[in-house]
């Protein structure tokens, strides 16, 4: 399974950008989409994540600023990001989870996605 990203740049603070990443292969079903990001010298953590049935989870540090969608028919999932601050700078990866053919899972990763927020 191939996950493709798009849509990170630079932004000023407060500024918004909108992220996607769109799965392809051969894919039965996904569990789960999630967002995840690195800065410089700092451990991977999870941003945001959105269940099949469209359950949302967010890290504190993005809540009320941050929204995950996901597109089931495209096997898509979106990242739309508000009032960006200087600290949410950082490469945004995406996670994609689910099942290849009954009984067989994966669990796949994109390559990556900068996001700089700076004036």
């Known amino acids: 399974v191939q996950l493709v990203e798009s849509g990170g740049g630079l932004v000023q603070p407060g500024g918004s950008l909108r992220l996607s990443c769109a799965a392809s292969g051969s894919i039965f079903s996904i569990y789960v989409m999630s967002w995840y990001r690195q800065a410089p010298g700092e451990q991977r953590e999870l941003v945001a994540a959105?269940?099949?049935?469209?359950?949302?989870n967010y890290a504190d540090s993005v809540k009320g600023r941050f929204t995950i969608s996901r597109d089931n028919a495209k096997n898509t999932v979106y990242l739309k990001m508000n009032s960006l601050k200087p600290e949410d700078t950082a490469v945004y990866y995406c996670?994609?989870?689910?099942?290849?053919?009954?009984?067989?899972?994966?669990?796949?990763w994109g390559q990556g996605t900068q996001v700089t927020v700076s004036s």
């Open positions: 996670n994609v989870r689910g099942v290849i053919t009954p009984g067989t899972e994966f669990d796949s």
């Open positions: 959105i269940t099949s049935g469209g359950r949302t």
